[in-house]
């Protein structure tokens, strides 16, 4: 990804259900960029806009060994089917494997049937089922 990407990629995030503004994208992409263990991938059509994108990172743990993990994936609505998203997963693979981890996890909503249709059909394997926790924090709820 370039930052000039941003536009086709923030357009892409509310496609994959999380809505964002390009000076969003642009701003998140900026820190991303400066992260070694961090990389986004596009996909681009024959006239150079993005029609899918990929965020892989390595995860360090102390109870086992690091992995890479997907962050946001999206091939953009009427470019799915057609081997883009496999190619971009091969991508984050490849980056990953070279970071020196031998595993990749993805952790996807319960409602993408598709996705994870998508997921054991080129390797990956159901493991769990989790509840996803989130708390906002301030001075003074902590
Ligand atoms: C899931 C997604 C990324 C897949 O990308 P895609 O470009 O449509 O997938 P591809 O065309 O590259 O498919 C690759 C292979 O998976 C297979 N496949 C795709 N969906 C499948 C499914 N539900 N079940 C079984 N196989 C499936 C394809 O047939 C293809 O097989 P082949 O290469 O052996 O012929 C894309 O559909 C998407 O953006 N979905 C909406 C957002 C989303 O759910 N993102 C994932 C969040 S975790």
Not at 51 to 71: K, N, P, R, T
Not at 87 to 111: K, N, P
Not at 130 to 137: G, L, R, T
């Amino acid at each position: 990804m370039r930052l000039e990407d941003a536009s086709d990629v923030a357009e892409l995030c509310g496609q994959l259900g999380y809505p964002a503004q390009t000076h969003e994208v642009e701003r998140r992409f900026d820190t991303l960029a400066k992260l070694d263990d961090a990389q986004v991938f596009v996909a681009e059509n024959a006239s150079g806009r993005v029609v899918g994108w990929i965020h892989v990172y390595i995860v360090h743990f102390v109870d086992s060994d690091a992995q890479g993990e997907l962050g946001g994936f999206v091939i953009a609505d009427g470019m799915r089917g057609k081997g883009v998203g496999r190619a971009l997963l091969a991508a984050a693979e490849r980056w990953t494997l070279q970071a020196g981890c031998q595993a990749v996890r993805v952790r996807s909503q319960i409602m993408r049937e598709a996705a994870h249709g998508f997921y054991e059909h080129l390797g990956y394997a159901y493991v769990k089922t989790q509840k996803n926790f989130h708390k906002v924090i301030r001075d003074g709820t902590v």
